[in-house]
């Protein structure tokens, strides 16, 4: 896996822009496998789908204790759930 720093747009469970935020991103052969966020680690649920606002190809992680984010598969855009 490749380790890759990012600043995606975050945008809460509201649909309110939160700005940019660092995180660090393992990426597999098809996208981020594992995410540092806020403190946590999120890993690849296998859920995969498309953002009905944007159009992005997304993935959703979780967290050991069930907290969920989706993420764009470059990586610029982050949704938390």
């Given amino acids: ?6 600043q995606p747009q975050v945008t809460d469970t509201n649909g ?3 700005g940019t935020r660092l995180i660090r991103v393992e990426f597999n052969d098809q996208g981020p496998a594992t ?3 806020d403190g946590q ?3 690849f649920t296998g ?3 498309t953002n009905l606002k944007t159009g992005l190809a997304v993935r959703e992680m ?3 204790r069930d907290a ?3 993420i764009s598969l470059d ?5 938390e759930d």
């Fill in 1 to 6: 896996m490749t380790l890759r720093i990012r």
């Fill in 75 to 79: 990586c610029e855009h982050l949704w």
């Fill in 68 to 70: 969920r984010l989706w």
């Fill in 35 to 37: 995410v540092m966020y």
């Fill in 62 to 64: 979780a967290t050991v």
């Fill in 47 to 49: 859920k995969t789908g």
């Fill in 16 to 18: 309110n822009a939160l």
């Fill in 41 to 43: 680690r999120y890993d």
